[in-house]
């Protein structure tokens, strides 16, 4: 196995660019690592949990549009928020992660989805201090294709994008690229490659699709819906999925902010357990889940059709991604997208080995003083979620041991 010695990956230098992340959008993020340019967003923050009193601080969800934000939204359309004694507002829909995380630090929100290895940098290298109190889902991603595309070897020479640096994505590609002996790198478009190098380029998720039809990529990893929808429109191919490559991993958890868990446990247990309520309807309602999220449902809380939305809750045709080859891993019994709230410290150790050895944009100095036991503690708070499972009949009803604890399997 060849040793991955991939450059940096890309960041567009214009701001308005549209063909990945735009260096504004990457600035806003790394300023956040930055104590003075910060602490205007703490300051109002702060002026913002205070201006309200123990439990009567309102629910204020951020999400992306996909299908990893499914726990939140569904906690919501069902009022499970209200069953716990709270009060919500119309979540609100983000088109970055950049943006997330700033409304997130500023508290314009104040329960939000962010993917996993970006909870390491908000808590360490931003120094936001906030806590993972739940997992999202499990799986929920696939690195789709070009419908010329038969193996990770032959990504040689072309451009796979990924949604963000801070990703289980990156961190999956990195994975397989490296075990076919090839290397990422960032070229300039059209620039030459050589015979075992892969361009990286960040894009946002909703660009994938267009950017795969119009062969500016050769492929992409990234959450459903969208490698659904590169299926059902004919685009695409899923090469993998990556609950295929790292069993049942975490993509994206549940993130409070660490000044709401100390001065109102209560409320945060609350939004816990409404979390935990939501994810197991869903693992009992998938069909019911898609039309809730789908674009034509009344909330319109994602752009996406039913039928791709389908493709991801209610899969029905992994015999036939077993029989082509897709899957690797059959006896894993994978679901495409599933759901299970606790956030195991097995996963976070081997995130945070994983993390170090995977390229990133931007300084990420502070990963090499991260000990992942260390981090398994400290990143997560699973109090309210132990309680929450307990609230609904315990492990057993996620399919969990009962002592939670697992090992982590990855096989490229």
Same mark, same amino acid.
């Given at each position: 196995m060849k040793k991955n010695t991939s450059s940096q990956l890309h960041v567009c230098a214009s701001p308005d660019c549209r063909c990945g992340?735009?260096?504004?959008?990457?600035?806003?993020?790394?300023?956040?690592?930055?104590?003075?340019?910060?602490?205007p967003l703490l300051r109002i923050g702060d002026a913002t949990a205070q201006s309200f009193k123990g439990d009567d601080?309102?629910?204020k969800i951020g999400y992306l549009p996909i299908t990893d934000a499914a726990p939140l939204l569904v906690a919501?359309?069902?009022?499970?928020?209200?069953?716990?004694?709270?009060?919500?507002?119309?979540?609100?829909?983000?088109?970055?992660?950049? *943006?997330?995380?700033?409304?997130?630090?500023?508290?314009?929100?104040?329960?939000?989805?962010?993917?996993?290895?970006?909870?390491?940098?908000?808590?360490?290298?931003?120094?936001?201090?906030?806590?993972?109190v739940a997992w999202n889902h499990m799986n929920g991603s696939a690195l789709?294709?070009?419908?010329?595309?038969?193996?990770?070897?032959?990504?040689?020479?072309?451009?796979?994008?990924?949604?963000?640096?801070?990703?289980?994505?990156?961190v999956l590609l990195q994975k397989l690229l490296t075990a076919d002996g090839l290397v990422a790198v960032t070229r300039v478009r059209g620039s030459a490659l050589a015979a075992n190098e892969v361009n990286v380029v960040v894009l946002p998720p909703a660009e994938m699709t267009s950017a795969l039809a119009g062969k500016s990529i050769a492929g992409f990893i990234v959450a459903d819906p969208f490698n659904a929808a590169a299926e059902t429109n004919g685009i695409?191919?899923?090469?993998?999925?990556?609950?295929?490559?790292?069993?049942?991993?975490?993509?994206?958890?549940?993130?409070?902010?660490?000044?709401d868990i100390s001065e109102r446990p209560e409320w945060a247990q609350r939004v816990t357990s409404a979390i935990v309520k939501a994810q197991l309807w869903t693992r009992n309602n998938r069909p019911d889940t898609a039309r809730l999220l789908s674009a034509n449902a009344d909330n319109h809380y994602t752009p996406h059709p039913l039928e791709a939305l389908n493709k991801v809750f209610s899969a029905t045709d992994y015999a036939r991604y077993e029989a082509s080859g897709v899957i690797?891993?059959?006896?894993?019994? *994978?679901?495409?997208?599933?759901?299970?709230?606790?956030p195991f410290p097995s996963y976070t150790e081997e995130l945070v080995r994983s993390l170090l050895i995977t390229r990133m944009e931007g300084d990420n100095q502070f990963l090499a003083s991260l000990d992942p036991a260390f981090v398994a503690k400290d990143l997560i708070?699973?109090?309210?979620?132990?309680?929450?499972?307990?609230s609904v009949g315990g492990p057993k009803v996620?399919?969990?041991?009962?002592?939670?604890q697992r090992r982590e399997f990855i096989a490229v």
């Open positions: 992340m735009t260096r504004r959008d990457f600035l806003r993020l790394s300023a956040l690592a930055s104590a003075t340019l910060a602490a601080v309102p629910v919501h359309a069902r009022k499970l928020f209200e069953t716990e004694g709270l009060h919500t507002e119309t979540p609100r829909m983000f088109r970055s992660w950049a *943006q997330v995380v700033e409304a997130f630090v500023s508290g314009q929100v104040n329960v939000i989805h962010l993917l996993s290895p970006a909870t390491l940098w908000v808590r360490y290298g931003a120094k936001f201090p906030a806590k993972v789709t294709v070009a419908p010329h595309i038969r193996a990770v070897s032959d990504l040689a020479g072309q451009t796979v994008a990924v949604p963000f640096w801070y990703s289980i994505h990156n695409g191919k899923v090469l993998r999925f990556s609950g295929d490559v790292w069993k049942d991993h975490a993509c994206c958890v549940t993130f409070l902010a660490e000044r690797h891993n059959k006896d894993w019994l *994978q679901q495409r997208i599933d759901f299970q709230p606790y708070d699973d109090s309210f979620v132990r309680a929450a499972i307990r996620f399919g969990l041991s009962a002592d939670l």
